[in-house]
């Protein structure tokens, strides 16, 4: 008899995480590894958040939640939402989750029932595939050309759509490439959803706060709210407040969809953590000054990154609006054999000589659902990603 589930058969490791993993290895072996395949920000946490934990555990709030969150937590992120975005949200359709992720996982085992379909844009992040196919539904790979700023277009939507749609997972700011979708791109797209009740929307808005000469992301409700009662917008600390291992995420949707989230969820890992939770409300309610600052760095180092690649040898790398992601073309380095031997005959060929040769670690574009490519993250200090784009040069010139 085996020992784990069937449906542990439809879904693979993250490769963002095993990448990590074996560069982390490696430079512990003692190798000189710049990793530019995790999406975490660098910067520390800020002080007044960290200070509002403190605070939180001298007061004694170290004592289970509501499994949807705190209502003072909820009631923040509802403000937030309309502050931002102008989402006008009640405390009690907000629900609190250990991460962007569980609320992802959450809408989709709540919701899918064997053989719905979820479409997913891709290039896409990793986990979205995956999640839909646990849940017991089939995911709608729809390619999204470099030439449309790997953006999904309204008649491509409309061509993915079948009876069998449930859900519709949108990602803008988008992880790996960091195409957002402007105001009139997103309304092409609310337009088609419009003509089709029964499909529902998850939006991804986790780096919509990180976007680059004067640009703005739109979210779906804010630019059609007759999509309202059918749309999950979602985002969370991690990526805006540099709090990646504090583990919030949060969504805001109808009272129905958030109360079987709230069901499920109560099965399985209940609320996120108090100390957590109160960091969570500092973030949303105090200072917002450290986004901008952190959104001036991230801009030049987006600007160094794509520079230096589009000056290696066959390679090309488009400029993207936010996130902090570039996902370059590699197609001019195929078919061609790298200085230590290996056939450069895939994208994941090629991350993997990079690692192995240079010292490098990205990921390739494959595990977003989109070959040819690789994912590089610039949310690394100037010197490393200065001395990384280096050796990648280096590497593509010594391609034969």
């Known amino acids: ?135 017991e539904g089939t995911p709608v790979i729809v390619p999204c050309s470099a030439e449309n700023g790997f953006k999904l277009q309204p008649a491509e939507l409309e061509a993915a759509i079948t009876p069998r749609t449930k859900w519709l997972l949108l990602n803008s700011p988008n992880n790996p490439t960091g195409a957002a979708y402007s105001l009139e791109e997103m309304r092409g797209l609310c337009d088609v959803l419009l003509c089709h009740p029964d499909v529902w929307i998850l939006t991804d808005d986790i780096y919509n706060k990180l976007v680059y000469d004067g640009f703005r992301a739109p979210t779906v409700v804010e630019v059609e709210p007759r999509l309202r009662d059918r749309t999950v917008t979602m985002n969370g600390v991690s990526k805006a407040y540099a709090m990646t291992g504090w583990r919030i995420g949060y969504s805001a949707a109808p009272v129905q969809m958030t109360r079987a989230m709230n069901k499920l969820q109560g099965q399985s890992t209940s609320g996120p953590g108090s100390v957590s939770q109160a960091a969570a409300v500092e973030a949303l309610t105090g200072p917002q000054d450290f986004i901008g600052t952190m959104v001036s760095a991230y801009q030049a180092r987006r600007d160094l990154v794509v520079g230096m690649l589009n000056e290696a040898k066959g390679l090309h790398c488009a400029v993207p609006e936010g996130a902090f992601y570039v996902f370059p073309s590699l197609v001019g380095c195929l078919g061609k054999t790298s200085a230590g031997g290996t056939l450069i005959d895939t994208d994941e060929a090629f991350v993997t000589a990079l690692l192995d040769e240079e010292g490098v670690a990205a990921v390739h574009g494959s595990a977003f659902m989109f070959a040819g490519h690789f994912r590089i993250s610039y949310a690394t200090d100037t010197a490393s990603l200065k001395e990384a784009c280096l050796r990648i040069q280096r590497f593509c010139a010594a391609l034969r």
């Open 1 to 135: 008899m085996d020992l784990t589930a069937a449906r542990l058969a439809r879904i693979s490791p993250s490769q963002t995480i095993a990448i990590s993993t074996k560069a982390r290895e490696l430079k512990a072996a003692g190798k000189d590894i710049i990793s530019l395949s995790a999406g975490e920000p660098d910067f520390d946490t800020p002080d007044s958040i960290k200070k509002a934990a403190i605070r939180a555990i001298e007061a004694g709030e170290t004592k289970y939640t509501d499994v949807a969150g705190t209502p003072t937590l909820r009631r923040a992120i509802a403000e937030r939402f309309r502050a931002d975005s102008g989402l006008d949200y009640t405390w009690d359709e907000v629900i609190v989750a250990n991460g962007g992720k569980q609320i992802i996982y959450n809408a989709m085992v709540a919701t899918i029932n064997p053989g719905d379909e979820a479409i997913i844009p891709a290039p896409c992040w990793v986990s979205y595939p995956d999640i839909v196919a646990l849940a």
